[in-house]
């Protein structure tokens, strides 16, 4: 059981185009960063090997070569912002690995978006010619309502980023094998405000997986010091950040946080 960060950066990417400030021309490989994404693996009951995809970024062909991954069974969407879904077009390499069609979960919202975006793949008897396309099995969210997919409980939460309601997700499991209790993981990128409604989903989680832009204040993202004061009150064994701008240095933004906290980086493999 793992959870793999597949990228930790914000929506334009560290190093971002024409900078060059430290953290841009760093050659610390944890300041480079594509854009925020996760995998959720294990093996379930029956032996099969299982990979969740928390996002689809625009930087995932070259995550998932990166990290040799080499099946994708289901997708959970956080919400329907270009760094989080402009990579789903190629899921289409995973069907043609696997045979099959791959379930993209997601609000309907973000569904309403997805079919705008891709209409090539949601309504494909409107394609001019036949080519080359994901297949893909729109599944809708409800906040509150718990799934399960090949034995992992997944339970999405509402998240404000800013104004916007948008996902996070718990996950659990009663079947799965968890020797290093990775489980529960709270998965929640791209938030600013946790509504109290939320809260019980939190309680509990081993692993916590929460949004740290920079230092400086933003109208829909958590602060680092607000961030940590959230890990604080949700008291997991183990807090990760990720959707981190250029202003946070890998190392000097990891010696200043307290033992448990975190900058997650990219490859970055917690089991």
């Known amino acids: 059981m ?29 300041d480079t960063r ?3 994404s996760a995998t959720i693996e294990f093996v379930d009951s029956t032996g099969q090997e299982r990979v969740i995809l928390i996002d689809a970024s625009p930087d995932l062909r070259e ?9 994708v069974d289901a997708i959970l969407i956080t919400h329907n912002h270009v760094d989080h879904v402009w990579g789903l077009d190629e899921i289409r390499r995973f069907n043609e690995i696997m045979k099959q069609p791959i379930e993209v979960w997601a609000d309907a919202h973000t569904h309403q978006s997805l079919r705008r975006v891709y209409q090539h793949i949601f309504e494909k008897e ?18 509150g309502e718990m799934i399960e997919l090949f034995g992992m409980k997944i339970t999405p ?14 996950f659990e499991s009663d079947e799965i094998q968890d020797e290093s209790q990775v489980l529960p993981i709270a998965y ?3 938030v600013v405000e946790i509504p109290d409604s939320s809260r019980g989903y939190l309680e509990g989680v081993e692993t916590l997986v929460l949004d740290a832009l920079r230092h400086r204040p933003h109208r829909t993202h958590f602060t680092v010091a607000q961030a940590v004061e959230e890990a604080e009150r949700i008291g997991a064994s183990r807090t990760l950040f990720v959707h981190m701008t250029h202003d946070l240095a890998h190392a000097e933004t990891t010696r200043s946080l307290r033992e448990g906290i975190d900058l997650a980086y990219d490859g970055l493999i917690v089991e």
């Open 188 to 190: 929640c990128t791209d």
């Open 63 to 71: 995550q998932v070569l990166r990290e040799g991954i080499t099946r």
């Open 157 to 170: 939460m509402t998240l404000m980023h800013g104004v916007q309601e948008i996902l996070g997700f718990r």
């Open 34 to 36: 594509t854009r925020t």
């Open 126 to 143: 409107k394609n001019i010619q036949k080519s080359f396309i994901a297949d893909l099995v729109p599944r809708e969210l409800v906040a």
């Open 2 to 30: 793992r959870i793999r960060f597949l990228g930790t950066g914000t929506s334009a990417g560290v190093p971002i185009i024409a900078c060059d400030c430290a953290v841009c021309r760093s050659s610390d490989p944890r």
